[in-house]
């Protein structure tokens, strides 16, 4: 009987203050959307490092008829000897080279077709003028450098890519973007506990009557406390709810279709999947309890006289 009488106040409670119960249903599903995609982001930077770090690789371009303003390539197109020369070079870096794989210009220019074949500037290039590369594969990734700094400026040699770089500026792009979401995430919280809090002081003002009634029957603090803990707890859950399958949305019909949509997504990096959304949703369920719990339960001590 006073579990029914319990559930019964609860849901009466919720249907009277609807407009403020919904209010702390979204800013819940709000700040718990962005900690979901701060940690999903996170994610995104781990999988792509595992990713990239495996394929990192030292283009070492070869001098060709049109890269005479190169000071190394004042002689005009790599000849064979300085081809063999720059490969051995590579070899002799064993074992941080693990693998050195040659490139020529025809292949160079069948590659470049088909990653460009949209450009209106393909017309303009020849297989002459795509240099041959040495394509170098390291054991340690994060040594990139060692062998760009060994062959640059070799005769032969037109320019040395650092991919290492590039992947570098892409990471901290990722990171911070995780960082923003997760600040923006915070002060969302904030936000959140504020709206509870001052949800459940209106509840339990228009409430005092009823509270000051248990109170004199011989109710305890925790049964006049749980309805206004249960309706918040309530609330932010269903705010959670509507964060996962926000997030989900997001993944499902946002990253996947259109990288599938494109064709290239998995050829190009290695992408969060819902996997990596429900390896993360136990987490924010919660945390989203213990906030509502913690938030509500002090609120309720401090404004709450009982």
Request: charged fraction near 15%; proline fraction near 3%.
């Amino acid at each position: 009987m006073r579990l029914q009488f319990m559930l019964g106040e609860i849901a009466s409670g919720i249907r009277r203050n609807a407009s403020m119960m919904a209010s702390v249903v979204l800013v819940s599903m709000i700040s718990l959307f962005f900690i979901g995609t701060g940690l999903l982001a996170q994610r995104e930077v781990d999988l792509a490092k595992g990713y990239w770090y495996d394929k990192v690789q030292v283009s070492v371009f070869l001098c060709t008829s049109q890269s005479s303003d190169v000071p190394s390539c004042s002689d005009g197109a790599a000849s064979p000897a300085q081809t063999a020369s720059i490969k051995r070079e590579l070899l002799a870096q064993q074992p941080l080279v693990e693998q050195v794989y040659y490139e020529s210009s025809t292949q160079a220019y069948s590659r470049f077709k088909t990653q460009f074949a949209a450009s209106p500037y393909l017309s303009q290039i020849s297989p002459q003028s795509m240099p041959a590369a040495f394509r170098v594969k390291l054991s340690d990734p994060k040594r990139y450098g060692d062998v760009a700094s060994l062959v640059s400026g070799a005769n032969g040699v037109e320019a040395v890519s650092d991919q290492g770089k590039v992947l570098d500026t892409f990471f901290k792009i990722l990171n911070l973007l995780s960082i923003g979401a997760v600040i923006l995430a915070g002060l969302m919280a904030v936000c959140a506990v504020l709206l509870m809090t001052t949800t459940i002081r209106q509840v339990a003002f228009s409430r005092r009557r009823q509270v000051g009634i248990m109170r004199v029957v011989g109710a305890s603090n925790a049964v006049i406390y749980l309805p206004f803990v249960i309706e918040t707890l309530v609330a932010t859950l269903l705010g959670a709810v509507l964060a996962i399958a926000g997030l989900w949305a997001l993944i499902h019909f946002g990253i996947n279709h259109l990288f599938n949509h494109v064709g290239s997504g998995g050829d190009l990096v290695s992408l969060i999947g819902t996997d990596d959304l429900w390896a993360i949703t136990p987490w924010m369920f919660v945390g989203t309890v213990i906030l509502a719990l913690f938030t509500a339960w002090l609120t309720l001590r401090r404004h709450v006289r009982v």
